[in-house]
């Protein structure tokens, strides 16, 4: 069974910053590379930040240069630094394999639920 623990979301102010965090379970994380997803009210979930095995980086253009995607291997742990945030990054967010076609993806965790408001 896949499993996916997020974390590190809250309630910030717009400006603000957060950090997440996601362990995966070691088979999944250490053959895939893995990304962040999110999910705004009313919205499909979509890519953020992708990273693969070697630490290459992809981000969608609404959060260049403000969000960084990392992953520690010996943890199994993914990281998504998330800076200057704005009202309009409010959403549920999720980290899993990545795939080009989300609904290629079966298995999600509960998410974390980041609120970018004043």
């Known amino acids: 069974q896949v499993q996916l623990v997020e974390s590190g979301g809250g309630l910030v102010q717009p400006g603000g910053s957060l950090r997440l965090s996601c362990v995966a379970a070691?088979?999944?994380?250490?053959?895939?590379?893995m990304a962040w997803y999110r999910q705004a009210p009313g919205k499909e979930r979509g890519l953020v930040a992708l990273?693969?095995?070697?630490?290459?980086?992809n981000y969608v253009d609404s959060v260049k240069g403000r969000f960084t995607i990392s992953r520690d291997n010996r943890k199994n742990t993914v990281f998504l630094q998330m800076n200057s945030l704005k009202p309009e990054d409010t959403a549920v967010y999720y980290c899993?394999?990545?795939?080009?076609?989300?609904?290629?993806?079966?298995?999600w965790g509960q998410g974390t639920l980041v609120t970018v408001s004043s």
């Open positions: 070691g088979s999944m994380f250490r053959s895939n590379a």
């Open positions: 899993n394999r990545y795939s080009a076609r989300i609904n290629n993806l079966e298995v």
């Open positions: 990273i693969t095995t070697g630490g290459i980086t």
